[in-house]
């Protein structure tokens, strides 16, 4: 076990004290808008007891979302834009959330090519979404389920465990994680 822990820095996500509030009791969200403004576009998520919050990445999202929540996010925003085109902001919401949720069947052979390529800048783990995220020198973030397995190479798991994942804290969730990140780079052939 003290052997996992050599995978994981511990890190302060430098979250506000906002985010840093619990999520009990928070209800459901319900509906998401797209705001253009001079700074930027905005992703206004309104939940059911009224209450709604701006963010401009998923990135900012996870640090305050749980795993229901991150799920209703993805029926919400796919129903936003089943009748209008994403673009912008949007867009990459959906793309990410598609990658989070997606299946062997679903996926997009064509976004996990090339991962020798990919420089890793940060391998963060979000505890209360269940999300690990993978951040490339090109800007990309990879966001993926703990549980689930994606079409990721062993050489790319292996540099991702040899960077460390970053964590709050060492909670089993993330020991987990890196348990099964070991297990898969030592399977004959590649995951992909």
Not at 20 to 30: D, F, R, V, Y
Not at 167 to 178: F, G, N, P, Y
Request: charged share 30%; hydrophobic share 40%; aromatic share 10%.
């Amino acid at each position: 076990m003290d052997e996992l822990r050599n995978y994981l820095r511990v890190v302060d996500f430098e979250k506000s004290v906002h985010d840093k509030e619990s999520l009990e009791g928070i209800s459901m969200i319900t509906e998401l808008q797209v705001i253009d403004s001079p700074d930027g576009e905005y992703l206004i998520i309104h939940r059911a007891n009224n209450h709604f919050r701006a963010f401009d990445t998923l990135w900012e999202i996870l640090h305050v979302l749980d795993r229901q929540d991150l799920y209703h996010l993805y029926r919400v925003v796919d129903d936003y834009y089943e009748h209008i085109p994403p673009t912008g902001l949007g867009l990459m919401l959906l793309g990410d959330l598609n990658i989070i949720w997606e299946t062997a069947e679903s996926s997009d052979d064509d976004f996990w090519k090339d991962q020798e390529e990919w420089e890793i800048i940060r391998w963060r783990f979000h505890e209360s979404s269940g999300v690990h995220t993978l951040e490339l020198e090109d800007g990309t973030m990879i966001h993926m389920l703990a549980e689930r397995r994606y079409p990721l190479s062993r050489e790319l798991m292996i540099r991702m465990l040899d960077h460390g994942m970053e964590v709050e804290d060492e909670t089993e969730t993330a020991i987990t994680l890196i348990h099964l990140f070991i297990l898969w780079t030592t399977e004959d052939g590649d995951n992909s």
